[in-house]
């Protein structure tokens, strides 16, 4: 059976994380309150930020601010977008 969490996120019920994305008290609260969806959509969305900000995640300042728009993003607040980031035109 598929293990289900109220997603922070999203606001209701959905598949969750079949394990915490990484050690410690913050990775037990994502793998708790977070959907396997917008933990995806998150790592994706990491990605983007670490390219085109050109973050190196060995400084502590830009593991702060990476942790900060986590945060910001599995809880539907305001967080940082990618410049010039143009999704993919999925109807063709």
Not at 35 to 41: P, Y
Not at 65 to 71: D, G, H, K, V
Request: proline residues 7%; charged residues 30%.
């Amino acid at each position: 059976m598929t293990r289900t969490v109220h997603c922070r996120r999203y606001g209701k019920e959905l598949e969750g994380l079949a394990q915490p994305p990484f050690p410690g008290p913050a990775g037990e609260a994502i793998y708790n309150e977070v959907s396997k969806q917008a933990w995806e959509e998150w790592t994706a969305h990491q990605t983007r930020l670490i390219n085109e900000k050109h973050l190196n995640m060995m400084s502590p300042d830009d593991r702060k601010y990476i942790t900060a728009q986590r945060e910001n993003f599995l809880s539907g607040e305001n967080f940082d977008k990618a410049e010039g980031y143009v999704p993919e035109n999925k109807e063709k």
